[in-house]
């Protein structure tokens, strides 16, 4: 997938390497989802320090992730998943059939998915779940 810096990623290229922690979010710039990504930065240290990757995925497009990116300071990395198609294959469902699904997967250094934690309006609690199964796995 693209990132907001033009070059891509792929889950592979942490595989064995790192835990990746990929968060699903609705949109850039909304109230949830600044506050999610805000939350993901400020632990971002301790992700790191645990051996894991952040990764942020939306819709929107590469120009408005690098915007959000700068404007908030966020050091990880946010890919667009333009086309839904990313969002299909996690199988992230809408929620209440209208808004783009809030989902966080961590995923070990094998590929196995240890955390599904779905929660469209505790957004800043996806931090906490991710580590504490991340914690767990150290």
Request: a neutral charge; aromatic letters at 10%; hydrophobic letters at 40%.
């Amino acid at each position: 997938m693209p990132t907001s810096s033009g070059s891509y990623v792929a889950l592979q290229d942490f595989l064995g390497k790192k835990n990746v922690v990929v968060y699903f979010y609705p949109k850039d710039f909304t109230r949830g989802c600044t506050a999610e990504a805000c939350s993901f930065r400020d632990s971002y240290e301790v992700f790191n320090d645990l051996g894991a990757e952040v990764i942020g995925i939306s819709s929107d497009s590469q120009d408005s992730h690098r915007d959000f990116a700068q404007q908030h300071h966020l050091p990880f990395i946010l890919l667009s998943d333009a086309d839904g198609s990313v969002r299909k294959a996690y199988e992230v469902k809408k929620s209440l059939g209208l808004f783009a699904g809030r989902v966080s997967f961590v995923i070990d250094k094998k590929g196995i998915i240890r955390l599904i934690f779905s929660s469209q309006t505790r957004a800043t609690a996806h931090v906490g779940e991710a580590l504490n199964v991340l914690k767990s796995l150290s």
